[in-house]
């Protein structure tokens, strides 16, 4: 029974394609988080959704826009990709204390 | 400067040794304190969860928050192969729900048997 689940768990597309990754968690938490992990290690969290309202965004480009259609789902859209978006992006949740992550998403741009 | 400093290692000991990880803080607000455990590919997992100052064990696990020196600690008694992964400090000021979480960079440790 996986917790946190994250969809595709590889990616790999070009410069300029718009693509999606979704996430969903059977915690019954009420907040959500999408974080970017980059090569060399270094978590670091771009939004943050409490019960389907956003409560953290932060310097993000605007190509990225987190949705929320209920609080067990966030997904992450993903417009004109970049070179630099080449990561691995983490789902997590969190009722109380410390959050639970998902297996990543390795996306590729090439 | 930045807010939450770890050395990347990577850290190599022989099986059964004393492993320390320690990161450094810049923000005195900081009060929820934790350790992630990465292993390669996979998302981090919650090692251990503190509040404010003190100490906290569980089982080889043995964590510490020095909030004077803005200095926190995970020891790792009898480490073996399996514990092998990068572990990651995290921190946060406000609710340890809603706030951010600031992570460190990781340490990579490896056991050799």
């Known amino acids: 029974d996986t917790a946190v689940s994250q969809t595709p768990k590889y990616l790999v597309t070009q410069m300029g394609n718009d693509k999606s990754i979704k996430c969903e968690q059977n915690l019954g938490h009420d907040t959500m988080y999408w974080y970017k992990q980059d090569s060399k290690k270094f978590l670091k969290i771009m939004f943050s959704y409490n019960n389907k309202e956003l409560i953290i965004n932060e310097t993000v480009p605007n190509r990225f826009s987190p ?10 859209h993903i417009n004109s990709l970049e070179l630099g978006d080449s990561a691995v992006y983490f789902c997590a949740s969190s009722q109380a204390g410390g959050r639970f992550f ?5 996306l590729t741009v090439t | 400067q930045k807010e939450v400093e770890q050395d990347p290692g990577p850290l190599s000991v022989p099986e059964g040794a004393i492993v320390s990880l320690n990161c450094t803080y810049s ?12 292993y390669s590919r996979k998302g981090p997992e919650l090692l251990m969860y503190t ?6 064990e569980d089982g080889r696990f043995t964590a510490q928050v020095d909030k004077s020196s ?10 073996q192969p399996s514990d092998s992964a990068t572990y990651l400090c995290a921190m946060s000021d406000g609710s340890s729900n809603t706030g951010k979480l600031i992570f460190g960079q990781g340490t990579t440790l490896q056991v050799k048997p």
């Open chain 1, 102 to 106: 998902g297996p990543g998403t390795r």
């Open chain 2, 70 to 79: 803005k200095y926190i600690s995970l020891f790792i008694r009898d480490s």
């Open chain 2, 51 to 56: 509040y404010s100052s003190g100490n906290k």
């Open chain 2, 27 to 38: 923000n005195s607000a900081f009060q929820y304190f934790m350790w992630y455990r990465q």
């Open chain 1, 67 to 76: 949705k929320s259609p209920d609080k067990a789902h966030l997904n992450l």
